[in-house]
């Protein structure tokens, strides 16, 4: 027994020096981030923001970063560590007011060859607690990350999820920057300054419970009286992060246009259920992005127009159809039934060659109309006589599809439709 207290020092030497361990430098933390976060920014609009990776499905890049910025209007892009420019694949916007996002991008391969890093707990954050952010400050455009440390002034459940403040030198522009722990371990998101927060709650003061005035009141009083209100930021713990990530809002649709084309307007009837309005806007829309509005013209458009009909736009218009209804409605639901049913455009055109275009019409026509409720025996059906939750999938949009402001072989026309969407892979 005399060996007993040699033995527990030894164990206790031990386990301190294996927690000591796990401490990681300063140079060896920024080294890490450096290779896992990405800068945000739009195709047409000035700013950007920061976000990392973390684990997900292992055919897309999975990134977390803050909301703002990413619902704005407009199309987003992703560049990473290796200067490469990546197309946003999907956004999913966190429930409950929480000011993340998850956004995702197809990567060259079959497999994210990013690094994802690791989740820490952010229970574990005391005040005093020593932390890092890396990111993309505003002031410089370009690939060069900003390493800084702060420490944490207080935890404080406070608007849209941010629970945790620090004070940090420097770090404006750096929105969804991971906010790690001397372990290397993501414990934060970073997100407003406390003066940027303030000014958001005052702009939304209406709307607020007298509960969440009350809080906020709190906050900002003890934000106001800190002699380094200036430095103050606010961070969303990760753990709300881990808490909501599989009810982050689905199919959220960027209202994206390659040729300028502005989508609000359908977007706005779609989620008011105007079928009929959004079906006549859908197919102005698609004149818009062939060129043909100005000019108004009455006539087919040429198959050429169609074939390079831009697969952004019609994806934008497919995705707004598809989440507005459940998906039932939209291009993809549409093209998927007319392969299904064995016609493309070619074989329309074999009957045409063949002077066969009644049997081409009675095999295929009310096949396809039957299928998604434009044909009722013996009569075609109102088009727009429609109710989501009772009407056949792909009834809607039709007006795009067939060209009704147009002349032309409605057929052909709906063929060489779909044989677009369809290299389109919508």
């Given amino acids: 027994m005399k060996f007993l207290p040699r033995i527990l020092g030894l164990i206790f030497l031990a386990l301190t020096l294996t927690n000591c361990s796990r401490e990681l430098s300063p140079e060896k933390i920024a080294s890490q981030l450096e290779l896992s976060i990405v800068k945000l920014s739009s195709r047409n609009q000035s700013g950007h923001i920061t976000g990392f990776f973390v684990s997900g499905k292992t055919d897309v890049c999975t990134v977390v970063t803050t909301a703002n910025f990413v619902k704005k209007d407009g199309e987003k892009i992703l560049q990473t560590n290796d200067e490469k420019v990546w197309d946003i694949s999907s956004i999913k ?6 000011d993340l996002a998850l956004v995702t991008f197809q990567p060259e391969g079959k497999k994210c060859n990013y690094p994802a890093l690791k989740i820490g707990n952010s229970e574990n954050l005391k005040t005093g607690s020593r932390v890092y952010i890396s990111g993309f400050p505003m002031q410089s455009e370009e690939l060069i990350p900003k390493f800084v440390s702060g420490t944490v002034s207080g935890l404080y459940r406070w608007a849209k999820g ?6 940090v030198l420097n770090v404006d522009g750096m929105s969804g920057a991971p906010v790690v722990d001397v372990r290397g371990e993501v414990v934060a998101v970073h997100g407003m300054s406390a003066l940027e927060i303030i000014q958001s709650l005052e702009s939304e003061k209406e709307s607020l419970s007298d509960a969440q005035k009350s809080t906020t009141q709190q906050v900002v009083e003890r934000v106001e009286t800190d002699d380094a209100v200036d430095i103050v930021h606010w961070g969303i713990p990760i753990n709300l992060f881990e808490e909501y990530r599989g009810e982050a809002i689905p199919d959220y649709v960027p209202l994206v246009s390659e040729v300028g084309v502005d989508y609000t307007r359908l977007r706005d009837l779609l989620a008011a259920g105007k079928w009929e309005e959004a079906d006549k806007e859908t197919g102005t829309l698609i004149l818009q992005i062939a060129g043909q509005l100005l000019s108004q013209r009455l006539v087919p458009m040429r198959r050429e127009e169609l074939n390079n009909l831009s697969c952004k736009d019609l994806s934008t218009i497919d995705q707004l159809w598809l989440k507005h209804s459940n998906g039932k409605f939209g291009f993809s639901i549409q093209t998927k039934i007319y392969y299904s049913l064995g016609r493309t455009w070619y074989v329309w055109k074999v009957y045409q060659l063949a002077g066969a275009t009644t049997e081409y019409d009675k095999k ?15 009569k075609w059906k109102g088009v727009w006589d429609v109710n989501p939750n009772t009407s056949d999938v792909g009834h809607l949009p039709w007006g795009a599809v067939v060209g009704y402001r147009e002349g032309g072989t409605l057929f052909e026309r709906m063929g060489l439709f779909f044989s677009r969407v369809d290299a389109c892979r919508l």
């Fill in 162 to 167: 941010y629970g945790v403040y620090y004070q």
């Fill in 364 to 378: 295929y026509k009310s096949a396809f109309g039957e299928k998604v409720g434009w044909h009722k025996a013996p």
């Fill in 93 to 98: 916007i966190f429930p409950r007011n929480i």
